[in-house]
């Protein structure tokens, strides 16, 4: 299998699914039914034996609880980082308001993560089909922590792959600004067959982030600020506040909608 047949047959599988299309059942109401949630999606590829995986390690940036590539999958030789673009209609719908997240927005977050695992299981099926073994660490036994002190944490960061494999730099609230914004969310996948890697195109890990601070204002929870970045704390109070009134769904994205990195990178490449 190559880099192109992947990516080809991932985003067809994209663009056909039932699944990336609000059914009448899973519908907040008849509004939403056969609204499309994501577009097509946008790939990096990784060495597993990247310095980053060990630095990461560090308690300044994830913490020794974080495994690398080859601590996941042993033999690893790639690792496939993938964004999925929000469709132009939720990102719209949750700039309507920076006081509580659109319904399509929920939709998006809850039954896009649905079809983010749909996609991450196609991939690895197809991989393992062609005879390469395969892992997704988000659904493997072993991504989350629990305990005290362990309430933003678990053992892979799909925005800090991402970043490794060459796919965006970091924003201040936090997300990943990737060509396509970073509005969407992230996924990933290891596996034991060699593809041709990316090299990234940037050195900093806030290259693509131009600190305008339009984010700061959109934030319900005043979790965001020019010095400290995101505080996860507030933030994740808020989310609490949204899963309450929307159980099973929840979400806010007001950082992610009506900025510059939205559906694209402010900047071509560094910081000036």
Known sequence: MTRAELIKNSVNF????????????AAISPEYV????YESPIFAFGRPDDELYIKYKS???IGSHSLTPHEWLLGAKTVISFFLPYTQRIKKANAHDYQWPADEWLHGRYEGQI???????????LLQDAGHESLIPADDPRFGLSGAGTMFTSRWS????????????FGLSGGLITIKGMSGRLGSILTTLD??????????????CTMCGV????????AISIENGKAHAPCSDFLDSVREKNS???????????????SGMPYSHQRK
Request: include cysteine.
């Open 115 to 125: 079809f983010l695992k749909n996609l991450a299981a196609y991939i690895n099926q």
């Open 34 to 37: 056969g609204m499309k949630i």
């Open 248 to 262: 099973p769904r929840f979400g806010c994205g007001k950082c992610q909608v009506n900025v510059p990195c939205e």
């Open 158 to 169: 799909e925005r800090h792959v991402a970043y490794a494999c060459g796919l965006g730099t």
């Open 14 to 25: 994209t663009n056909e699914s039932p699944n990336n299309y609000i059914s009448a059942a």
């Open 215 to 222: 984010c700061i204002s959109h934030c319900p929870a005043h």
């Open 59 to 61: 308690p300044d940036v």
């Open 195 to 208: 593809l041709p890697k990316d090299i990234r195109p940037y050195g900093g890990i806030y290259d693509y």
